[in-house]
């Protein structure tokens, strides 16, 4: 994949398909997506953050682990969930396609990762009596670098593709049809890497995320930053995508993304007034109040 004005430098097409493969390589029958080694470095850089700031917070790190484990399975479960129920006019039309291994490797939607988890994480934390806001500061900025590195995968597999960028600078062409098999990404032609784009927005969030927690005041300020941020990033990069599997309301002026957004912003808000306005202050004070350091687990 390269830029449409680099072609000549690189002479006969199958040369450009040598740049990226969706697959590493096959084996016979197997092969390894991509895709799927760098999701799971993605999980593994949240995994490592998540437990550092763990630790710095007080936290049981094999609390943490356990958590995560089961919060990347929900997540999962529901970014299938939010794929399906977004593209519902085909999966309708074939509901074989559900329990397919096509949809099974599919990422599914991030959103629907996060509200799927997100849900889960409710019922664990008050199970097990934990510190809802600084579990949920914790897992923030790990999301955040997840999310940055798991964009490249989409990127190599030609995922949630962009818009035609004709005439820009940022255009990328993909040529492999494997790629075009997966995800129906459009050959030949530039694409704006909207994956990429939003690989270096998650980035600065993750960075943005980091300096807030050497200065927050209270637990949750860094989880409402999160959602506030990446709502607002994913909203403008929106404009840029060309899948068209995302779901549309008002006659197609919003995706279902963007009003997913609309309503992370709302929600952050209000969760501010709250942190505000008898929110529970952050463990310094607590400490000053004679409260436990560690959390119960």
Not at 132 to 158: E, M
Not at 175 to 184: E, I, K
Not at 266 to 274: K, M, Q
């Amino acid at each position: 994949m390269v830029r449409e004005q680099d072609y000549a430098a690189f002479g006969e097409r199958d040369t450009i398909d040598k740049i990226m493969h969706p697959f590493l390589f096959r084996i016979g029958s197997f092969q390894l997506p991509t895709y799927g080694l760098i999701l799971a470095c993605a999980l593994l850089a949240a995994l490592y953050v998540a437990l550092r700031l763990g630790r710095r917070e007080g936290l049981d790190p094999a609390m943490l682990l356990d958590f995560s484990v089961w919060l990347i399975i929900s997540g999962l479960i529901g970014a299938k969930i939010y794929m399906i129920l977004t593209g519902w006019r085909f999966y309708a039309a074939h509901p074989g396609q559900i329990l397919t291994l096509d949809t099974l490797e599919a990422g599914g939607g991030i959103y629907g990762g996060l509200i799927g988890g997100a849900l889960f994480a409710l019922w664990y934390v008050k199970s097990r009596r934990l510190p809802l806001a600084k579990v949920f500061d914790v897992f923030a900025p790990a999301i955040a670098v997840g999310q940055c590195i798991g964009r490249w995968g989409c990127f190599t597999a030609g995922d949630d593709y962009g818009k035609p960028a004709h005439h820009s600078f940022w255009g990328v062409v993909f040529t492999n049809p494997s790629a075009h098999a997966m995800t129906g990404v459009p050959l030949g032609i530039p694409l704006y890497p909207v994956q990429l784009f939003e690989s270096a927005a998650t980035f600065a969030i993750f960075l943005l995320l980091l300096w807030l927690y050497s200065h927050k005041s209270r637990d949750g300020q860094i989880f409402v930053a999160y959602l506030m941020m990446y709502a607002v990033a994913r909203f403008v990069l929106e404009y840029y995508r060309g899948d068209p599997d995302r779901g549309f309301f008002f006659h197609g002026l919003l995706s279902t993304p963007q009003v997913i957004g609309i309503v992370a912003v709302v929600i952050g808000f209000v969760l501010l007034y709250a942190l505000h306005h008898g929110g529970r202050p952050h463990k310094r004070v607590e400490q000053m109040l004679g409260e436990p350091k560690r959390a119960r687990s």
